[in-house]
């Protein structure tokens, strides 16, 4: 179930024990996964106003860090598929998060502890606790994609200590282990250290993937209350810019993707990333004159160097032969800078109110020097490595230095007015400031070229209500705004006008067998103006989109031992075009409809001579896709089923858990995005996976 509303806040995972007395530690159970692991109704590291789900007037899911566990989810998109509504995105050639909510494709909106982070390499599993997934907008922290969003709140010291190592692999050649230790330093502080490191083969020819990351915090909390968190975040990831599978015409406008083996790779055995990033992250809070009331403050900053070299198809020529060509980045520097200060607390003004109010700060700077080399024909879609690409970027025909900056910052207040016993009133706004900027010189040739956004003002708002009709049932009722500027990222510096949206959602909110299972269901309806798609690359303005559709998810352990999620969604997606010629048509990657099911078992009865083993199996189903907005080729639909068992072995206090799976068991052949008409990203083939763990 959820953690909490929406933004987080980091604060410690558990409270420390009361300065008088000594620290209490709970006891490992050796039978097995604690429930408490899979369970995430409370959160524990805050939000605008900490909320139980069940009174938040709007559709979250949760994954908890001991599903990705079971799952063996190596990667953050082996997630998405579990939620409704959710799909993958081709993520610039996978190296970097992407995903569609309610048939809108984010930008820039992963959010890590509540920070809006752009970023050009994926989140290590390793630091992850849970991922929450926020449907809609929220108008209170401004710009954002009014599909939703997803948060990850990382790993925080806990006064519980715990130590895990853990290590995987799989038949494809994953090679990883990781480390997690976490506890009391005294009454008052509390650390935690999180590292992995992985070295990892894929199915697709030459891809090897190398990563490290370390993530070590510490906490604080005072005899009053206060509490102060620090932590820092290192990543190395390397691995190669994969564009998948091309298309080829087939006549009439129509393309067909090849039809060629999984592993088959349409760039160089040069093509390479390497990207590295280090965060600092600071979290404070001040209780004020009693504990109704907190001043908070956060401080973030992300810096990340990248550089990389990959091969883009261009066409292919009536003979049949590919044309291709060389291109990179090189020097890619990016730096975020993030301020937030809020009080929140609760007081009684003929009703009783919640309130959180603050402001925040965001700085984006990014810059880099872009090339493409001459192209180079030869190779054909069937065997592309009949010809031998060279390395000419040494010898750009283009080459061009160019910087980006982004800066927005606003008040913004969010309150809950509980109108009666029953039913509570959400009210949340935003006034908020943004521009932007750009630069493009010409490096080969003279030349300079800028673009800039002026200062844009905007106010969204959202209004929402919630019901508790009975002690196990609540209905509500939302609707909320959003908007979000382009930015020029699309290799010029066009401007665009700012995308704006807006949401009505209506749903119930149930909970069944005395809260062990809990049932979401809701209806949308989504506008968005001045849409950008881009396709190849290309950034093309379209009228807007309108998606309306239905979701319902169930989430919970029935009886001991047993733990369920299902979930499924449908959308009705379309586009609106400036020249009328998309109007009506499903955007690129977006599915009508998805469905899933992972269930497991653990026995837990001591006196059975199966305690300690545990088993489960996922099913998803993906419907079809278009590959571009001109609907001139299709993806497909997929289903998939994955399978896994674990067996803990008690070693006196502690615990070693064994762990093997497969997963795609039916070895289904599937596409899992497009990118565009020469960017088709494959799915992974049957996978059988292993893993040993220790818990100390």
Do not use: C
Not at 137 to 158: A, C, E, F, R, Y
Not at 390 to 418: C, K, L
């Amino acid at each position: 179930m959820l953690a909490g509303n929406a933004m987080a806040q980091g604060a410690p995972e558990a409270s420390p024990p009361k300065a008088e007395g000594p620290a209490v530690l709970d006891a490992l159970m050796v039978e097995g996964t604690p429930q408490a692991r899979y369970d995430s109704r409370l959160s524990d590291v805050g939000s605008r106003l900490n909320s139980d789900i069940t009174e938040i007037p709007r559709t979250i899911d949760v994954i908890p860090e001991q599903l990705l566990q079971d799952q063996h989810a190596r990667e953050m998109e082996e997630v998405y598929r579990y939620f409704p509504n959710v799909v993958n995105n081709d993520g610039y050639g996978g190296t970097r998060e992407d995903y569609i909510i309610r048939g809108f494709r984010r930008r820039d909106d992963v959010y890590r502890n509540g920070v809006r982070l752009k970023s050009n390499s994926r989140i290590d599993p390793s630091t992850i606790d849970s991922i929450q997934i926020i449907k809609g907008p929220v108008s209170d922290i401004g710009q954002m994609t009014p599909g939703g969003l997803v948060n990850i709140t990382t790993k925080k010291p806990s006064w519980t200590a715990r130590n895990h190592l853990e290590t995987n692999f799989d038949s494809y050649g994953e090679r990883q282990a990781m480390f997690d230790s976490t506890g009391p330093l005294s009454e008052t502080f509390a650390y935690r250290i999180v590292g992995s490191a992985e070295s990892s083969n894929s199915f697709r020819d030459d891809t090897l993937v190398q990563r490290q990351f370390l993530a070590p915090t510490m906490s604080w909390i005072g005899a009053d209350g206060a509490s102060v968190t620090v932590g820092y975040e290192f990543s190395k990831d390397k691995r190669p810019l994969d564009r998948g599978f091309i298309t080829y015409p087939t006549g009439g406008g129509r393309r067909a993707v090849a039809d060629v083996a999984r592993s088959t790779r349409y760039d160089a055995g040069f093509t390479k990333r390497d990207s590295t990033y280090h965060q600092g992250e600071v979290d404070v809070a001040i209780p004020m004159r009693s504990d109704r009331w907190m001043l908070e403050g956060k401080l973030f900053y992300n810096h990340e160097r990248t550089d990389e070299i990959h091969t883009e198809v261009r066409s292919i020529q009536s003979n049949g032969l590919l044309v291709r060509r060389v291109e990179g980045n090189d020097d890619r520097n990016l730096d975020t800078f993030f301020g937030r200060l809020q009080t929140r607390g609760e007081f009684e003004a003929l009703l009783p109110v919640k309130v959180a109010t603050g402001i925040e700060y965001r700085r984006q700077k990014e810059s880099w020097i872009n090339y493409t080399g001459a192209d180079q024909v030869g190779g054909t879609v069937a065997n592309p490595a009949s010809w031998r690409l060279i390395d000419n970027s040494a010898r750009p025909t283009a080459r061009t230095a160019r910087r980006v900056e982004q800066t927005d910052f606003g008040p913004f207040v969010q309150t809950d007015i509980a109108l009666l016993p029953t039913v509570t009133l959400t009210l949340g706004a935003r006034y908020e400031l943004s521009k932007g900027s750009a630069r493009v010189e010409n490096l080969l040739r003279s030349g300079t070229t800028v673009g800039s956004y002026p200062v844009d003002r905007n106010l969204t708002k959202t209004a929402g209500v919630m019901w508790k009709a009975m002690e196990d049932v609540s209905f509500f009722a939302n609707y909320a705004d959003t908007f979000q500027p382009h930015n020029f990222y699309n290799g010029d510096t066009q401007v665009f006008p700012a995308e704006k949206g807006r949401q009505y959602e209506v749903g119930s909110k149930l909970n069944l067998m005395g809260e062990r299972l809990f049932m979401t269901a809701a209806l949308f309806d989504i506008k968005q103006s001045n849409v950008v798609e881009s396709s190849n690359g290309v950034a093309v303005l379209t009228g807007g989109q309108r998606s309306r559709g239905a979701e319902l998810s169930v989430v919970g352990n029935p009886v001991e031992g047993w733990n369920i999620r299902a979930a499924v969604g449908y959308v009705d997606a379309e586009l609106r075009s400036v020249d009328r010629t998309i109007d009506g048509n499903r955007p690129t990657n977006v599915p009508t409809h998805n469905a899933s099911l992972w269930s497991s078992y653990e026995f837990k009865d001591p006196s059975s001579p199966l305690v300690g083993l545990g088993l489960g199996a996922g099913v998803t189903l993906v419907g079809n896709r278009y590959g571009d907005a001109q609907h001139s080729f299709e993806l497909g639909s997929y289903t998939l089923v994955d399978t896994g068992v674990w067996y803990y072995i008690p070693v006196g206090e502690k615990k070693v858990r064994l762990d093997l799976g497969v997963k795609n068991l039916t070895d289904k052949s599937y596409l899992t995005a497009s990118g565009g008409t020469y960017r088709v990203s494959a799915g992974a083939p049957r996978t059988v996976y292993g893993g040993v763990s220790f818990d100390f």
